[in-house]
């Protein structure tokens, strides 16, 4: 330690210990004998050899490079500023997605042993059922039966009314089992979370709120414990916060246990071994791994199929399974962020081939300089040094010039990832981000003056003739300078071609005939309360009730009621059926097809053309005589070679004969990069189930949205209006990912 201080000491105080030397050395010389005098040595080498004896002589020359390195810099201005522009935006570009890569693939996940939770899932494989879920009678038998879990905590998401004094709203409810927060280890950021008393039946109903739901509309007031708002009928009391982490598997406004859930502990839900809905997530027990507890599942799926034949038919392919709950946060923007980093690693290629060729041109300016200093004594070794000094000074200049873009443009990258994963809120510039950038700016600075610096052979003789320096080093150095070049138009020419190929793919996606016109058309949601509208008659007096007013609005050219909006968020919600007079199928092989309600005007408001037979009607009211639309899918696949008009159906769970009154053309429903479902259409009228409101309008239709929210609320003050968008908007949402990624990778082909 005496050691280091004293050379640290050496070090700080360079100048003054020099200027002692100097003044020592020639006291001594003039003390000396002429004849001593001889004796005493080369007084520089002398003075270089005490230096050597004061401290670390390796940092000195490095301090020495670097300041000679920035005179050098500062001397060319505009090589300079060229090559700290190509460095930042390269390395600004890998600094930003490396960001995205580290928060949401790499990081360990903010649960306690993170590695060892898993998610639970079970199949139909023959019959296209990819994760149905599980019912609560199969809960208890995955708990009773499991040897790899040390937990099994159960979860799934509802949408319900809150009511707190405010304006109503529909809050995402994820309805999960007592020591569910537990499992994951995490601890409440106010107050406390769920306890096995809590999740007892006839408990009084709690609330957990999620951070950014309280944040966003309670202001994070502090004293939240102990609120009490109105849901599902009942009083809830707010007992916790859960702090900011990300959710499992999609964000939530709400927690509350699973005994509060109406439709969770329900009868059917409680006998019915059928009535899948639930999720699973556990834990493994200490030393178990994935594949160990799949083959665990698998056991318990051949058990249950042994014991309960009818509910598990062996046609249908029922299968048990697990994968690790950080693969399943990350499984859909794991090879987009994946090509995106390894395309901006090309892009930084690119850059240090481009610095390097303009470094290789300026060696020809400085040949002179460095064979100067070779005669002066300096080794090739300290003349590469220095070069690549100089280059790892300048992509050090570019890392803090990425540094700040990568900055600046995290927050777009954020939004883009969060459509993926819930992930997205952990990434940030951390301190594993920073070191990146140091460790790629360093390589980057290595990389482009390992070229400069080793592809010249200096000639003492011939570099210091005037003018040499066109003859000796035009021709080496321009053979590498050609492989440069080719190098970055070949990778250049690959990135174009990708991004290319990208646009091209959004621009088709913009044109793609979605089977509607959605011009001029409002989207709503008006999720009905069902402990105010339990029935499917009190359902249509509402609606019976609104849509006149909304027709009478100035401005509104038509109002229909559908399942969904077209293009919003959501899956098909698939039936399977038969056919009058058809030989039946098996279950397995039974024709499926996705089922909505449409009301009567529904058809004309979206202009979806009308093949054969009719619309709907006023006196579809019947259900005597009840009827269908089929899309142009269910004609095609299984009325190929009739007319499907007056043929009857029948939904596998349903007792009434549909007849089919008229084929309309195919909607992509569920994304412009789809295939359009097969879909049967039955009307509102009969079945008021639709919960979305579409209004036609002769102006804006956002300007529309403050009357539309203003008639639901003279029919019912507490029924709240959620999504509201245009059709049009609605478009854009889907293409959003594929907009944003094109947008990428143009800048980086830029």
């Known amino acids: 330690m005496g050691e280091f201080l004293r050379r640290l000491y050496f070090l700080f105080h360079r100048g003054k210990l020099e200027r002692e030397l100097r003044n020592d050395m020639e006291v001594h010389r003039e003390m000396m004998g002429e004849e001593q005098r001889k004796d005493f040595g080369n007084p520089t080498l002398l003075e270089e050899q005490a230096r050597e004896s004061w401290g670390w002589g390796w940092l000195e020359r490095l ?127 106010l107050g406390r979370f ?34 009490h708002f109105r849901m599902n009928d009942k009083v809830h009391t707010v007992i916790g916060v859960l702090p900011p982490v990300p959710q499992y598997p999609r ?37 178990k791994s994935v594949k160990s507890g799949m083959a665990d599942m698998e056991m318990i799926a051949s058990r249950l199929q042994e014991s309960y034949p009818e509910s598990y038919p062996a046609a249908r392919g029922f299968a048990a399974s697990m994968d690790g709950l950080r693969s ?26 481009n610095v390097a060729n303009l470094a290789l041109a300026r060696m020809m300016r400085r040949e002179q300089e460095l064979a100067l200093r070779a005669a002066l004594g300096a080794s090739r070794g300290r003349l590469i ?38 992930r997205a809120h952990e990434v940030g510039i951390s301190t594993p981000v920073l070191l990146f950038t140091l460790g790629v700016s360093v390589l980057t600075g290595l990389f482009f003056g390992c070229v400069p610096a080793f592809s010249q052979r200096l000639s003492l003789v011939d570099s210091l003739k005037e003018g040499s320096n066109a003859a000796t080093l035009k021709i080496a150095g321009n053979k590498v300078r050609n492989l440069l070049a080719i190098g970055q ?37 008006v999720p009905l309360n069902f402990t105010k509208y339990p029935n499917q008659k009190e359902r249509k007096i509402f609606f019976d009730r609104l849509v006149p007013k909304l027709e009478g ?4 050219q038509a109002v229909a009621i559908n399942s969904g909006a077209p293009l919003a968020p959501g899956r098909p919600s698939k039936q399977s059926f038969m056919i009058e007079n058809h030989p039946a199928p098996d279950k397995a092989s039974r024709p499926e097809a996705n089922i909505e309600v449409a009301s009567a005007d529904a058809f004309r408001l979206l202009g979806v053309p009308l093949i054969s037979g009719r619309f709907f009607n006023a006196g579809d009211v019947n259900l005597d005589h009840p009827v269908v639309i089929i899309s142009r899918g269910v004609a095609r696949d299984y009325f190929p070679n009739e007319d499907p008009l007056g043929r009857r159906i029948k939904a596998e769970s349903d007792e009434h004969w549909f007849t089919i009154a008229g084929v309309v053309g195919d909607v992509k429903q569920f994304g412009l990069d789809k295939d359009p479902v097969d879909t049967i259409y039955a009307p509102f009228s009969l079945f008021p189930n639709g919960m979305t409101l579409m209004v036609k309008t002769a102006g804006d239709p956002m300007s529309f949205a403050p009357q539309l929210q203003k008639a639901v609320y003279s029919v019912d003050p507490d029924q709240p209006v959620t999504d509201i968008k245009t059709l049009d908007q609605l478009r854009g949402d889907t293409l959003a990912a594929t907009r944003l990624t094109s947008i990428l990778l143009g800048l980086f082909a830029m």
């Not at 039966?145 to 994820?174: C, K, N, W």
């Not at 399943?328 to 090509?339: A, I």
């Not at 900055?407 to 969060?418: D, E, R, Y």
């Open 328 to 353: 399943q946060l990350t499984q859909q923007v794991r090879p987009m962020l994946l090509v995106l980093l390894g395309t901006a690693g090309l892009v930084l290629l690119i850059a240090c081939a």
């Open 553 to 556: 609005l100035p401005g509104v």
């Open 194 to 227: 769920f306890t096995e008393a809590d999740d007892t039946p006839g408990a009084e109903p709690v609330l957990v709120l999620s951070y950014p739901y309280w944040k966003n509309h309670y202001g994070g007031d502090r004293n939240i414990i102990g609120r």
């Open 385 to 422: 040094r220095q070069l690549l000094t100089e280059s790892t000074l300048l992509s050090l200049a570019g890392g803090a010039v990425g540094l700040l873009l990568a900055s600046g443009s995290l927050n777009l990258l954020v939004n883009f990832v969060a459509r993926f994963t819930t």
């Open 63 to 189: 301090l020495q490079d670097t300041r000679y390195g920035f005179r050098i810099l500062r001397k060319n201005p505009g090589f300079s500023l060229v090559a700290i522009v190509a460095l930042g935006l390269g390395i600004g570009v890998n600094t930003a997605l490396f960001s995205v890569v580290y928060g949401v693939l790499l990081q360990p996940l903010p649960y306690a042993q993170g590695n060892q939770l898993v998610v639970l899932r079970q199949s139909f494989a023959r019959s296209n059922a990819g994760n149905m879920g599980f019912s609560v009678k199969e809960i208890r038998d995955y708990r009773q039966q499991t040897r790899s879990m040390a937990e099994i905590e159960e979860y799934h998401q509802m949408g319900f009314i809150l009511l707190d004094g405010h304006e109503p709203s529909e809050v995402r409810t994820g309805v999960v089992s007592a020591h569910f927060f537990d499992m994951l280890g995490i601890k409440p950021y």
């Open 489 to 525: 138009v070949a990778v250049s020419f690959m990135l174009l071609i990708g991004a290319g190929l990208m646009i091209r793919s959004f621009i088709k996606l913009q044109s793609v005939d979605p089977g509607f016109n959605g011009d001029h058309v409002l989207s709503a949601n």
């Open 251 to 287: 964000e939530n406004d709400v927690y509350m246990p699973t005994v509060a859930c109406p439709f969770r502990s329900s009868q059917r839900m409680l006998q019915d071994r059928k009535a899948h809905m639930m999720g699973l997530i556990g834990r493994l027990k200490p030393g």
